[in-house]
């Protein structure tokens, strides 16, 4: 656990989260300034700063992260509708929170590009 991130805190229940689904290392739960109907964030529950550095690691992790993207789009009831999974990776994507996570989104046009 890194001791300054927010995410990391959330996992240690150091800050409460309204937890929507959890696996052995992944863990989602609601963006606190949802952008649509349905928006989740889905991170690892170990740190690792964005999605490149997951996908680098290649222990099945991002494998993890998109399946349960999956699960977490079933029960919100937006898989068939359509969903968006969105990892801004680094400043200039607009990431702000440097500890992986999968925006999920759902639930209403989502429109692109996305600007
Ligand atoms: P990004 O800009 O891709 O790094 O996304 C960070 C997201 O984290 C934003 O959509 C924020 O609204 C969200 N966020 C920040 N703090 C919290 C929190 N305490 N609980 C849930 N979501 C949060
Ligand atoms: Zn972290």
Redesign the pocket.
Known sequence: METDC??CK?VAKE????IVHETARTLA???????APT?V?VISKGHYADAGAVADADDGLADEILKAARSIAVQEGVAESGYRV???TGPA??????HV?G?VLGGRDLGWPPG
């Open positions: 927010l995410f959330i800050i409460p989260a309204e739960f609601r963006d606190i300034n949802p952008q928006h964030l969105v990892f801004n994507a607009g990431q702000t929170v440097f996570h925006h």
